[in-house]
């Protein structure tokens, strides 16, 4: 059957540096194990390579931005979440893929309440050991 042994993998897409390592920290420390790419491109090959339970991936960013990218992953992998995250007020057309194909957008600076609320949803499995109530 399918391999679901990457179903706790997420994959961070940002050319920031520093969002990349907070936000890694924060999910590695909630028991996931994270992947990390600075471009559209990179991080299209790592979908290519990997399955991952969850992609948080950034709107603008050099070389293949985060809308190209989306459109690319999803013909890869249709049933993958791609959350995506902006800075920025998003154009018509690009607000319009993201509502078509992300499965959620969230604005920086992150709400870290809703967005790890959201990352659990995606990855249910996540209930860690003494950590429930």
Do not use: W
């Not at 897409?13 to 559209?40: C, P």
């Not at 809308?67 to 800075?87: Q, Y």
């Amino acid at each position: 059957g399918r391999k679901m042994a990457n179903n706790d993998a997420i994959l961070i897409v940002d050319d920031e540096g520093a969002f990349r390592e907070s936000l890694r920290d924060i999910l590695q420390a909630r028991g996931f194990r994270v992947h990390m790419a600075g471009d559209g491109d990179a991080a299209l090959a790592e979908v290519g390579k990997n399955q991952y339970a969850l992609v948080v991936m950034d709107v603008r960013m050099p070389k293949k931005g985060g809308i190209e990218a989306l459109i690319g992953m999803k013909s890869l992998r249709p049933d993958m979440p791609v959350v995506m995250v902006t800075a920025y007020r998003l154009a018509e057309d690009q607000r319009s893929v993201v509502v078509e194909s992300a499965s959620a957008l969230f604005t920086k600076p992150l709400d870290m309440d809703a967005f790890l609320g959201m990352v659990d949803r995606y990855c249910p499995k996540r209930q860690l050991a003494g950590d429930g109530v």
